[in-house]
């Protein structure tokens, strides 16, 4: 069973950042935070991850507090292609990830 | 650069064929999984390689179900005898050693009749 805690579901405007949080109340030390993302109808994909500073990269932003008992998704500015079901997932590496249901994010016009 | 192919991309046949799906990993990449995707139970593992050696079978649902793979850039999952509950979408990924992401596939949509 996944380990992590998001939100079901949330809407953002298109051009608005959206904040997807999520909840890691059981992350171990030597666990990273990944987030990935699917679009309808394609296979996940991989977005950002961090141990415990917060990273940035072309995609997206990965805010993670200091404690690791949560991290927020940022992405700066929301575009329809955005629309997808987002992933958080407490992951050492080269194990299979572990998916839960993940935030469905809708990007409105 | 190429991401992980899959073939077919959709697939239909009647219960009881025998269905083989096929991944081709990212060249160089030393670990390949194998999900199954439906709306009830999402995302679960049904088997992963490493080095081309099978590490950890526990989710292939039942001896019906078996995967291969006889190099470094082709695995195979096969089900044999096919039955409908088998339908969903099925992806096949492929990482790096160490902490490293896993690419994914656009999966294979199977439907068995």
């Known amino acids: 069973d996944a380990k992590t805690t998001q939100p079901t579901s949330m809407d953002c405007a298109e051009g608005r950042a959206a904040n997807l949080p999520c909840n890691h109340s059981t992350i171990s030390g030597n666990e990273y935070v990944y987030w990935y993302r699917q679009i309808h109808s394609q296979g996940p994909q991989y977005i950002i991850h961090?141990?415990?500073n917060n990273e940035t990269n072309e995609m997206a932003s990965l805010i993670i507090t200091e404690d690791r008992k949560s991290s927020t998704l940022i992405l700066p500015h929301a575009t329809l292609r955005d629309t997808a079901v987002y992933y958080c997932?407490?992951?050492?590496?080269?194990?299979?990830?572990?998916f839960g249901k993940g935030t469905r994010l809708s990007v409105i016009a | 650069d190429a991401g992980v192919i899959q073939s077919p991309r959709h697939e239909v046949t009647e219960m009881g064929q025998e269905v083989t799906l096929r991944c081709k990993p990212i060249s160089g990449h030393d670990y390949l999984f194998w999900y199954r995707q439906t709306m009830m139970r999402g995302l679960e593992l049904l088997i992963y390689?490493?080095?081309?050696?099978?590490?950890?079978d526990s989710g292939m649902p039942e001896d019906r179900f078996s995967a291969k793979m006889p190099n470094a850039s082709f695995s195979t999952l096969k089900i044999q005898p096919s039955e409908p509950r088998d339908s969903a979408v099925y992806f096949c990924?492929?990482?790096?050693?160490?902490?490293?992401?896993?690419?994914f596939g656009d999966g294979t949509r199977l439907s068995i009749l």
């Open positions: 997932i407490d992951h050492s590496g080269n194990t299979p990830l572990v």
């Open positions: 390689f490493n080095n081309n050696v099978p590490i950890d």
């Open positions: 990924a492929s990482s790096l050693l160490g902490v490293q992401p896993q690419h």
């Open positions: 961090g141990l415990k």
